[in-house]
């Protein structure tokens, strides 16, 4: 499996700040975050499947403006892969006609351009053999992270979350984990902000990698723009044992 990042950052401003969204392979989407608009059509018109970790607008911004571009180009639905309680967000307030259209409806409901999949947490995907497990994650509204597993390696990406004790009980539990990707969106001059939105900072990240039983790379994705290098800088600070490193947009993981 190929990994690569589109976008990362937890907000725009300027040509190389996308918020998030890993394309596996050339045919499924970790999150649709404004990376994905950076694709070409024909691209685009090669992904299958999305998994959404969550319904915040900076990790599916592109998702309506993706089905409408390719839809017509496509012999099969696109599946969005996500729980009942996100996809129950997404058709309510996106997918609604008053928003944006129902592409599940359309062109017709019988062979529609969109069709949603729910998703549990610990229950594998399989998709040609490449294995995609939702985790646990801890934030505002209901969310998820993903283990995507080749057979030979795994990496984890947590999506948004705050502390969360369930993710490093799946975590531990993956024998052949080679990266994990965990979020950072604030500087701890901002911890009350963190707490509140349910995000980390370093010394809560710190606080959650004391759980980590694992060897594993590790990246911080979803820094806030304006404060990556203070935010970089605490994290080194704090937990530079674990020698992590700024996820970059177009990095490539191969597992």
């Given at each position: 499996?190929k990994?690569?990042?589109?976008?990362?950052?937890?907000?725009?401003g300027?040509?190389?700040?996308?918020?998030?969204?890993?394309l596996?392979?050339?045919d499924?989407?970790?999150?649709?975050?404004?990376?994905?608009?950076?694709?070409a059509?024909?691209?685009?018109?090669?992904?299958?499947?999305?998994?959404i970790?969550?319904?915040?607008?900076?990790?599916?911004?592109?998702?309506?403006?993706?089905?409408?571009?390719?839809?017509?180009?496509?012999?099969?639905?696109?599946?969005?892969?996500?729980?009942?309680?996100?996809?129950?967000?997404?058709?309510?307030?996106?997918f609604?006609w008053?928003?944006?259209?129902?592409?599940?409806?359309?062109?017709k409901?019988?062979?529609?351009?969109?069709?949603?999949?729910?998703?549990h947490?610990?229950?594998?995907?399989?998709?040609?053999?490449?294995?995609?497990?939702?985790?646990?994650?801890?934030?505002?509204?209901?969310?998820?992270?993903?283990?995507?597993?080749?057979?030979?390696?795994?990496?984890?990406?947590?999506?948004?979350?705050?502390?969360?004790?369930?993710?490093?009980?799946?975590?531990?539990?993956?024998?052949?984990?080679?990266?994990?990707?965990?979020?950072?969106?604030?500087?701890?001059?901002e911890?009350?902000?963190?707490?509140?939105?349910?995000?980390?900072c370093?010394?809560?990240?710190?606080?959650?990698?004391?759980?980590?039983?694992?060897?594993?790379?590790?990246?911080?994705?979803?820094?806030?723009?304006?404060?990556?290098?203070?935010?970089?800088q605490?994290?080194?600070?704090?937990?530079g044992?674990?020698?992590p490193?700024?996820?970059?947009?177009n990095?490539?993981?191969?597992?």
């Open positions: 499996m990994v690569r990042i589109l976008g990362c950052s937890g907000g725009i300027g040509r190389h700040l996308r918020t998030t969204s890993l596996v392979d050339n499924i989407l970790i999150d649709a975050g404004t990376g994905v608009g950076d694709l059509i024909a691209e685009l018109a090669q992904i299958d499947h999305v998994f970790t969550h319904s915040h607008l900076d990790h599916l911004a592109c998702l309506p403006f993706m089905i409408d571009t390719v839809g017509d180009m496509r012999n099969r639905p696109l599946i969005v892969h996500a729980t009942d309680a996100t996809l129950e967000i997404i058709r309510s307030h996106i609604n008053a928003i944006w259209p129902d592409f599940s409806e359309i062109p409901a019988e062979k529609p351009f969109l069709r949603f999949e729910t998703i947490v610990g229950q594998s995907v399989i998709l040609d053999g490449r294995k995609i497990i939702p985790l646990p994650a801890n934030h505002t509204v209901p969310a998820v992270g993903y283990q995507l597993d080749s057979g030979d390696a795994s990496l984890v990406f947590t999506g948004d979350t705050g502390p969360c004790p369930g993710l490093w009980t799946h975590v531990n539990s993956i024998l052949n984990l080679r990266y994990l990707i965990i979020e950072c969106a604030f500087s701890d001059r911890k009350a902000l963190a707490v509140a939105s349910l995000h980390l370093p010394s809560m990240l710190l606080e959650e990698l004391a759980s980590l039983q694992r060897d594993a790379e590790v990246f911080i994705t979803h820094l806030k723009p304006g404060q990556v290098e203070l935010t970089m605490e994290i080194e600070d704090r937990i044992e674990f020698c490193r700024m996820l970059q947009n990095q490539l993981f191969e597992i």
